[in-house]
């Protein structure tokens, strides 16, 4: 009987913590939802101590068409729930603002430790015909260019576990608002999938990196 009961107890945990990213997913989207009809005060919640400035109402992914490099419809619904960096990018050109968002994100998910695979990084580009360029002289680091062959070599070579999505022009504005004010802007999204904080290149990476402990620690996820 003792040990039936030990396999039952361990089927339970097992079970538990398989479970635990569906939990995290419907405890975001939930939250969320209400935020959205205005139920639920997120500055009341977060606090004010938030480097970033919140994205209100929050924007939703999963309602625009996003597309891998294979032309593959991709879904935050379907995704392991993580917060996501999305460094967004206009034309055919990443330019040295583009550059240094993605340098940028790159060092504070590494400086992030043990929560660096509670993040991921989406570069999302608004669609266009052709290959991208790396439009900058040298990297944020100090490093020349010319050892790439081309953007899409930089990406996998300089940023390995980040995923390049394209998006319409009309999806792309609908997301991303502030970057057309301010092209160094790089948002985060929630593990459900929505927008809920912008970032711009004035931002210390140190507070971005308070910011997402604070949300992960208080998020569970």
Known sequence: MAEISAVTRNRMVLMLIGGIPVIVALVATWLWYFVVRGDLD???ILGTANRGE?????????????????????????????????????GARCD???EKSLYVTRQIQVAMGKHFNRLRRFYIEEEHAGETELGVSQLSDGRAV???ADFSEYLVMEHRGLQAL????????????????????????????WIMMSYNAQVPYKDVIADLKFLI????G
Request: with cysteine; net charge negative.
């Open 96 to 98: 040295e603002a583009c």
């Open 42 to 44: 997120l500055v009341s």
């Open 54 to 90: 919140l994205v209100q109402p929050p924007r939703q992914l999963d309602d625009q068409t996003l597309l891998g490099e294979s032309g593959e419809a991709l879904k935050f619904v379907d995704m392991e729930p993580r917060w996501s960096m999305l460094i967004p990018s206009t």
């Open 166 to 193: 394209t998006v319409s022009a009309e999806g792309y504005n609908a997301l991303f608002a502030e970057y057309t004010i301010d092209a160094g802007t790089w948002y985060l999204a929630d593990p459900a999938g």
């Open 217 to 220: 620690k208080n998020s569970g």
């Open 146 to 148: 010319s050892s790439f």
